[in-house]
């Protein structure tokens, strides 16, 4: 049994083994070994000792040894040296795919020879054949990981004074998704329902509607984020279930944690509309108790994404994900006359061609409208 692309293994014994590469005879590397009865404590080892190698083997002029720095050494400094400076969430998602993906087609490489053709093509694969079922991964996913290798080769170049090819402008090529917006009927039907049956779960669903905060951004909130006297809410974290890289195989795989929100902009004061002010000014509870429950404990988001499509099945409306909330905000708002300017702030975007490009969606209606004042514009009077 083993994990993939960490290099760590079961033996027969029942203890776990852990491998690294501890130096190199000529290009050929020399591996070194640590064990340990758990997996979480081998992996503890092998970081140790990983780092230990790392700094012997770096040690050296790079022009005398360039050759012998392997793409999976490259990867696991660069990795070690943004840990301080990187969210959690964010370093699952670069493990991930340095662990499934990278790695496994790079890692025994020397980064010097892996040329722009090579990551091209690893890229089209990507596209083509990746993931589990071999049926190719989403544009989105293989720039992801294509960003990752950006990231090394540039870390590779400017720390490690590594002479790499320069693949900064290669592009992956990405189709826009259908973003789901509620219609005016729709909008109407489900603010209807929850305004008739009021619930602390209902309530949050009705102030992702008039807000556009976030899943996370709303199971996180608590009342005491609700700025009373302006008449506000206070937006500074998000609670969101990430992978538990770092646990034992008795431990779970996934963790709950609170933290800060996507980016800086997304830190933020949303003005609320009066009418759910109102309704929010009913139901107030003590500031440690979540806005969701109106207890101490919260909902994570994949709860609070099955609440939303049961009250859309009571609503006759089709089922869609929590996002269709904030997409349907943004799209009302700009309908309404809303400077672009202060939706992309209400938002959290860092820029207004965010909130164009990706949220604001004009229904046909709207469209039609717009090209009928061409016809008004030299109608006779």
Same mark, same amino acid.
């Given at each position: 049994?083993?994990?993939?692309?960490?290099?760590?293994?079961?033996?027969?014994?029942?203890?776990?083994?852990?491998?690294?590469?501890?130096?190199? !005879?000529?290009?050929?590397?020399?591996?070194?070994?640590?064990?340990?009865? #758990?997996?979480?404590?081998?992996?503890?080892?092998?970081?140790?000792?990983?780092?230990?190698?790392?700094?012997?083997?770096? +040690?050296?002029?790079?022009? !005398?040894?360039?050759?012998?720095?392997?793409?999976? =050494?490259?990867?696991?400094?660069?990795?070690? *040296?943004?840990?301080?400076?990187?969210?959690? *969430?964010?370093?699952?998602?670069?493990?991930?795919?340095?662990?499934?993906?990278?790695?496994?087609?790079?890692?025994?490489?020397?980064?010097?020879?892996?040329?722009?053709?090579?990551? $091209?093509?690893?890229?089209?694969?990507?596209?083509?054949?990746?993931?589990?079922?071999?049926?190719?991964?989403?544009?989105?996913?293989?720039?992801?990981?294509?960003?990752?290798?950006?990231?090394?080769?540039?870390?590779?170049?400017?720390?490690?004074?590594?002479?790499?090819?320069?693949?900064?402008?290669?592009?992956?090529?990405? &189709?826009?998704? &259908?973003?789901?917006?509620? *219609?005016?009927? $729709?909008?109407?039907?489900?603010?209807?329902?929850?305004?008739? =049956?009021?619930?602390?779960?209902?309530?949050? %669903?009705?102030?992702?509607?008039?807000?556009?905060?976030?899943?996370?951004?709303?199971? +996180?909130?608590?009342?005491?984020?609700? !700025?009373?006297?302006?008449?506000?809410?206070?937006?500074?974290?998000?609670?969101?279930?990430?992978?538990?890289?770092?646990?034992?195989?008795?431990?779970?795989? &996934?963790?709950?944690?609170?933290? #800060?929100?996507?980016?800086?902009?997304?830190?933020?004061?949303?003005? @609320?509309?009066?009418?759910?002010? /109102?309704?929010? @000014?009913?139901?107030?509870?003590?500031?440690?108790?979540?806005?969701?429950?109106?207890?101490?404990?919260?909902? $994570?988001?994949?709860?609070?994404?099955?609440?939303?499509?049961?009250?859309?099945?009571?609503?006759?409306?089709? /089922?869609?994900?929590?996002?269709?909330?904030?997409?349907?905000?943004?799209?009302?708002?700009?309908?309404?006359?809303? !400077?672009?300017?202060?939706?992309?702030? %209400?938002?959290?975007? +860092?820029?207004?061609?965010?909130?164009?490009?990706?949220?604001?969606?004009?229904?046909?209606?709207? /469209?039609?409208?717009?090209? =009928?004042? @061409?016809?008004?514009?030299?109608?006779?009077?």
């Amino acid at each position: 049994m083993s994990k993939r692309g960490e290099n760590i293994y079961k033996r027969k014994d029942g203890r776990w083994e852990g491998r690294y590469i501890k130096a190199y !005879d000529g290009k050929k590397p020399k591996y070194g070994y640590v064990y340990a009865k #758990t997996y979480k404590s081998v992996k503890e080892k092998l970081i140790v000792a990983r780092e230990a190698a790392h700094n012997i083997l770096y +040690a050296q002029p790079a022009k !005398d040894n360039s050759e012998d720095f392997l793409f999976e =050494n490259i990867a696991l400094s660069w990795l070690g *040296s943004i840990r301080p400076k990187i969210k959690k *969430s964010t370093l699952v998602k670069y493990t991930n795919s340095l662990n499934s993906y990278i790695i496994p087609s790079f890692g025994n490489y020397p980064i010097q020879d892996i040329s722009r053709t090579d990551v $091209e093509s690893f890229c089209s694969e990507l596209l083509v054949s990746g993931g589990k079922k071999g049926n190719g991964l989403a544009p989105k996913t293989v720039s992801d990981i294509f960003s990752v290798i950006k990231n090394l080769f540039e870390y590779a170049e400017d720390c490690k004074e590594l002479q790499v090819a320069n693949i900064r402008n290669i592009i992956i090529k990405q &189709t826009a998704k &259908t973003m789901r917006v509620l *219609s005016m009927l $729709e909008q109407e039907r489900l603010d209807v329902f929850l305004r008739s =049956n009021v619930s602390y779960s209902n309530l949050s %669903i009705l102030l992702s509607l008039y807000t556009g905060i976030r899943i996370g951004e709303l199971c +996180a909130l608590k009342w005491g984020d609700i !700025d009373f006297e302006n008449q506000c809410l206070i937006i500074n974290k998000t609670l969101q279930r990430i992978q538990n890289i770092e646990a034992d195989l008795s431990e779970p795989k &996934t963790i709950l944690i609170i933290t #800060t929100p996507k980016s800086i902009c997304s830190i933020r004061k949303i003005p @609320l509309p009066t009418d759910i002010y /109102k309704l929010i @000014l009913e139901y107030k509870c003590g500031q440690d108790k979540y806005f969701t429950t109106g207890t101490e404990h919260y909902i $994570e988001p994949r709860t609070m994404e099955n609440r939303f499509n049961a009250v859309l099945k009571r609503c006759n409306i089709n /089922k869609s994900n929590f996002h269709a909330l904030r997409h349907t905000f943004a799209t009302r708002c700009i309908e309404l006359g809303f !400077d672009t300017k202060s939706l992309s702030e %209400i938002l959290g975007h +860092a820029n207004v061609n965010i909130t164009l490009n990706r949220y604001v969606h004009p229904s046909m209606e709207v /469209k039609k409208k717009n090209m =009928n004042m @061409l016809s008004d514009l030299f109608a006779v009077k």
